[in-house]
């Protein structure tokens, strides 16, 4: 009974994560104006910017994450 609890608890923290990781990154993505015409025109700047907001997504993440 309790790894049920402890299962289901971790799925939702998993699931609260995920869900604040990806709204960092459209965020993000907006507020820096990287578009799918960026990505056609300059691919590897859009893969530098897209690498960048992934790489701060996941330190933010993990920050809230601990202080929380």
Do not use: G, P
Request: charged share 25%; net charge neutral.
């Amino acid at each position: 009974m309790t790894a049920s609890k402890l299962t289901e608890h971790l799925l939702k923290i998993d699931t609260a994560a995920r869900e604040r990781w990806e709204s960092i990154i459209r965020h993000m993505v907006k507020a820096q104006v990287i578009t799918e015409n960026l990505k056609a025109e300059n691919q590897m700047l859009w893969v530098s910017r897209m690498n960048n907001i992934l790489a701060c997504a996941n330190e933010i993440d993990r920050f809230e994450l601990i202080l929380s």
